[in-house]
Nanobody
Framework: QVQLVESGGGLVQAGGSLRLSCAAS????????MGWFRQAQGKEREFVAG????????FYTDSVRGRFTISRDNAKNTVYLQMNSLKPEDTAVYYC?????????????????WGQGTQVTVSS
């Protein structure tokens, strides 16, 4: 069983930055692909960013590419999402997810474990 705990959410003005962290309680963290998803109120959960096991490959949804950066520290069992130039439409609950042996990183069904989510609110 993998437990994921997100932190770093909060309220920020448009144009500001936040860094989300997700700590995983698993000895084999480096074997899991990691992803960030978000769900705005009244909308479906959507893929934001993903990172392969070694960190060599990253993936982003078009709306955040160039503004968000996903990274991981396998020694600390932690994945990060650096969010810059935030916009009000980035407001959502952000979820961390872990998957083993994934083919597609942008598909929620490929992930085996999910965190509880952290709220990000961007004011205009």
């Amino acid at each position: 069983q993998v437990q994921l705990v997100e932190s770093g959410g909060g309220l920020v003005q448009a144009g500001g930055s936040l860094r989300l962290s997700c700590a995983a309680s698993v000895l084999t963290f480096s074997r899991y692909g990691m992803g960030w998803f978000r769900q705005a109120q009244g909308k479906e959960r959507e893929f934001v960013a993903g990172i392969r096991t070694s960190g060599a490959r990253t993936f982003y949804t078009d709306s955040v590419r160039g503004r968000f950066t996903i990274s991981r520290d396998n020694a600390k069992n932690t994945v990060y999402l650096q969010m810059n130039s935030l916009k009000p439409e980035d407001t959502a609950v952000y979820y961390c997810a872990a998957g083993y042996g994934m083919i597609r990183m942008d598909v929620s069904g490929e992930y085996n474990y999910w965190g509880q989510g952290t709220q990000v609110t961007v004011s205009s």
